[in-house]
């Protein structure tokens, strides 16, 4: 029995999360089925028989077939978030927000991505993976912050028509610092009660386009590309 392909699993002390990478769709598993999943997984890093929970074998989550799993279990289970205000949050302003006027590379890039999401889910963000930076631009932090790059986009998500979320803005500034050669990441993180999931920027561990404790505040699910240990 293991993690069945496409599936990307987050387990806390009192609930599991688990997400649909093929589908982009949240399961939500409360305490019980935690328990039992963290049971199941000790005793099959230990080797010994163990019964799956059955509210993850009913949804597909767990397959009969032997699957590598290997990276797609994050446990959080001893770890403790910062409080979490989802009125602040949802208040909150990010940097560059104006309408003084708009890029139209970023504005079509960004309608692009969004359309790519809403036809072919969670597959279109695979792309990040077939754009390799060749490191050819300078890559110093302070380089990579005065591109400017996340505060254009979000400029251009004030005029854009479509509504854009923060997976589709994230989607679009990962794939134009890789494109500049800069190797960034799209995470996603997800809290588990109350339940939120919210999509950002990293390049080398630190957050671009975004407040910078997200890492603290969100358990993360899913990375792509993936880090290479």
Request: charged letters at 25%; aromatic letters at 10%; a positive charge.
């Amino acid at each position: 029995m293991a993690i069945r392909t496409g599936y990307h699993l987050a387990l806390f002390e009192s609930s599991v999360v688990a997400l649909d990478a093929r589908k982009g769709k949240y399961l939500l598993y409360d305490g019980v089925v935690a328990a039992a999943f963290a049971t199941f997984l000790a005793a099959t890093k230990a080797g010994r028989p163990a019964s799956p929970p059955i509210a993850l074998v009913k949804d597909g989550v767990l397959s009969e077939r032997h699957i590598d799993a290997a990276g797609i279990v994050r446990d959080y289970r001893t770890l403790r978030f910062q409080n979490f205000s989802s009125e602040v949050w949802s208040a909150r302003r990010l940097s560059g927000r104006d309408t003084s006027g708009v890029n139209l590379h970023f504005l079509f890039h960004l309608e692009w991505n969004a359309v790519l999401l809403r036809m072919i889910g969670f597959r279109s963000l695979r792309k990040l993976e077939r754009i390799c930076p060749n490191g050819s631009n300078p890559t110093g932090e302070a380089e990579i912050r005065a591109l400017r790059i996340p505060e254009r986009f979000l400029q251009a998500s004030l005029w854009s028509p479509l509504p854009i979320t923060c997976l589709q803005m994230s989607f679009s500034i990962a794939e134009e610092f890789r494109r500049r050669g800069i190797d960034a990441r799209l995470v996603i993180g997800v809290r588990p009660l109350p339940f939120v999931a919210h999509a950002w920027v990293e390049i080398d561990g630190i957050v671009h386009g975004d407040e910078a404790n997200l890492p603290v505040l969100y358990g993360e699910i899913y990375r792509v590309p993936e880090s290479r240990e």
